[in-house]
DNA sequence: ATCGCCAGTTGACGCATGTCAATCCCCGCC
DNA sequence: GGCGGGGATTGACATGCGTCAACTGGCGAT
């Protein structure tokens, strides 16, 4: 093999322009807030925007108690959001994946109220929280779409209510795939093949399942010729199989 | 008995005038909305909030894949919302009691995406939600208590989860309780002693618990003293009791 | 006031998932 | 490239909750 050319992005000098978001140039835009601006709109919102930040894997974008000052579009990378229980549970609430929005939950009391990590190196558009309120005030449009970035997650977390109150541990596996394949696959990735960015205990905690009981019925599907999978590397094989998992009985 | 005198509602000659919601007079405004407006404010939103809504109780306030068009302030009564799967498993994904808002899972999708149910006879506010952007655009102090409401929620549903994802059946039924204790206490009725307005099904549906195991521990709770339970009737006896289950062991 | 029905209670039993433990095997670090 | 450790797998066993069934009793309709 030749050598492959040096990634575009270590070509470009670094400067305070090229580290800041353009949302009007962002190529997540139509997953993210911006959708459905005007090209006028979108450039002010350039400026609400605030610089690019990394997170490296296993750090916190934030933390439970931690004052709320920003809600983040995801640019790149994978995230858990877990809540910790007084008595020391974990609960895993979600995982997030570029141009999702995190932190939402702090809006309420002013200071977050779960933590949110990176599970691989990501990058974040923080946008000040005071001043998306301002700016929506300005663009209708704006305030629609962040109204309905909020609601989708209600309806979201309803999704995962109905899997935690009324599913069995395979038909929560399918549905945590499924759903994982979908949004994979409408970011242009392939759907049916994919690293899992979480461990076993991850998937466990936010599927109310033991780990044991993950790997097991990882194992189940594959032995049923559902999935291929390798410790993080999944293959979908019968996503029709899958779907057929959720719905049998009751 | 002597015949009782009829109801007062009865007396006063029917006109929009009474019928109108004004939410300057409410005395339910520290719940809902209208928190820390201004006294011009206020009467804005009287113009906002559109004639209060009688809902009987099994009838639906809005129904799953309907239109959405408002949300609703609950002005009195209790409602519970559900999420019937396709496939047909219902989950009960929550309570409202006065001073609540229900329905913001419509504006993500333009539809309503659960049912919302009325466990008694009820009355909502209906605020037109084209009309509440309008405003909050306008009165900034409203448009940030809204997404608190909103956010709220979230922190709310991310409570849920972690019930059902950690809990056992009898820290459930807990923490089911002391929220119900305290949400009554909040309202100025007693903490202590309250009517339940749904079914053991619908509980254990919330609760992502069989009605029989709802059953079994509310008499397990009566046995230990914990609570007094005779049907829907229930008197909590040993709250620190209750409050110390939720966190025994793990 | 009476009747019928639906909600609730209780018991016996089974199964899905949790628990505990041993082993394996990647992955990343040096 | 080898080594160490944490994640993953698998097995044996335990148990909490679900399932099925019988029975009770309040409440609302008439």
Redesign the interface.
Known sequence: MTPSPKPVAQMIPITTHTLKVACSQCNLRELCLPLGLSEHEMHKLDDLVGARRRIKRGTHLYRAAEQFEAIFAIRSGFFKTD?I???????V?GFQMAGEILG??????EHH??NAIALEDSEVCPIPFARL??M???I?TL??HF?????????R??????L????RAEERLAAFLLNLSQRFGSRGYAPNEFHLRMTRDEIG????LKLETVSRTFSRFQDDGLISVQQKHVRIIDPAGLKKL??RN?
Not at 147 to 155: A, D, G, L, P, Q
């Open positions: 809540v229980a007084e008595d020391g549970r974990e609960q609430t939402m939950d702090g809006i309420g009391t109220t779960c309120e301002d929506s005030r300005e209708g305030q629609h109204h309905k970035v909020m609601s989708r997650e209600i309806v977390e309803h999704g995962v209510m109905v935690l109150g009324t599913m905690s936010y599927l109310g959720m719905s009751c």
